[in-house]
DNA sequence: TCTTGATATGTTATAATATAACCCTTTATC
DNA sequence: GATAAAGGGTTATATTATAACATATCAAGA
């Protein structure tokens, strides 16, 4: 887990090491990681990129567990809430949390070419936000940060 | 035109401005400033705030001018590739630009009390999606940044 | 344990957003 | 005027998301 960023890196693990924080998240926060909850979470870790609610569904149904579209929005909208996944406005999809922290406010980096996603922190307040948000008066309460681009590994395969 | 924010400022004048521009810009880039594309730029200058596609088609219908989706959606395509309007991720809607420079990336700050819509500047490759993608070697070439709040306003009438 | 209220899931139907594809018209250029 | 390029009209359909209601499961207290 943590700042895997665009590095080819060892995904065993990575799956393993997320339920088991998703399971101590949501035991602190009293509510229940329920079998769909948990199905769902570890499609996205498994899958590690951003995925559309409805191809959530197909891998449901591929793996024996046919369901309806509440069924996914609900999962994702639980995982969302609670920090364990996070929804990439630009591309109308959903993608493991992969920052340690908790109450954390991301910025995604999503590469045009391999649809790849990096997750970095971010500083709720500072930076550019902020400046605007203090210059129009302005009480920020969330965030959206996703830059569009090229990550290195596609640059470096077509320059 | 320019930096309105959410202080109530004086509308008049602001289309006729906005359109003045878009005629200026559109000139330069050798683009057709055509009825349609004028006329969903004057309803979105009009309305001064983030509109869905099908409330611009709502609009145009109730002006006389019924047409079916794909002629909202090219329009309004049109403007946000000419940096005459904006698309905002959150809302999945759009908005006309209120800043005055070409070639910019802005930043918005969307009340979620009132939805009035702020833009800011942003300075490309600052701050920390700058840094992010630095870090990370990422090649930024768009950017998302929405801040959702509260606005002066809507804090002033109900703190 | 039995009731009971709260939370979660199953299901149907539909809303909201967006685009593909085709044909015709208008515009710019030769 | 012929021709190519760009834009608009239209139909149909794809994609994304939610409302509403019935049923099931869970957590506690009586
Ligand atoms: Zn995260
Ligand atoms: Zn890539
Ligand atoms: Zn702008
Ligand atoms: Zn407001």
């Given at each position: 887990m943590g700042e895997a960023g665009f590095a080819t890196h060892d995904h065993s693990g990575c799956i393993e090491a997320g339920l088991a924080r998703a399971g101590r998240i949501c035991t602190a926060a009293g509510v229940r990681l329920t079998p769909i909850r948990r199905r769902v979470l570890e499609i996205l870790l498994a899958e590690h990129r951003a995925m559309g609610a409805y191809e959530v569904l197909d891998r449901l149904a591929r793996e024996g567990h046919p369901a309806q579209p509440p069924v996914a929005y609900r999962a994702l909208d639980f995982l969302v809430?609670?920090?364990?996944?996070?929804?990439?406005?630009?591309?109308?999809?959903?993608?493991?949390?992969?920052?340690?922290?908790?109450?954390?406010?991301?910025?995604?980096?999503?590469?045009?070419?391999?649809?790849?996603?990096?997750?970095?922190?971010w500083q709720?307040?500072?930076?550019?936000?902020?400046?605007?948000?203090?210059?129009?008066?302005?009480?920020?309460?969330?965030?959206v940060a996703e830059a569009l681009g090229t990550c290195p590994n596609c640059r470096a395969a077509a320059p």
């Open positions: 809430r609670h920090g364990l996944a996070h929804r990439i406005e630009r591309l109308n999809a959903f993608i493991a949390c992969s920052h340690s922290g908790r109450d954390h406010a991301p910025v995604f980096l999503i590469c045009r070419a391999c649809g790849a996603v990096a997750e970095a922190g709720p307040g500072g930076g550019q936000i902020g400046a605007a948000a203090r210059a129009h008066g302005f009480r920020v309460e969330a965030v």
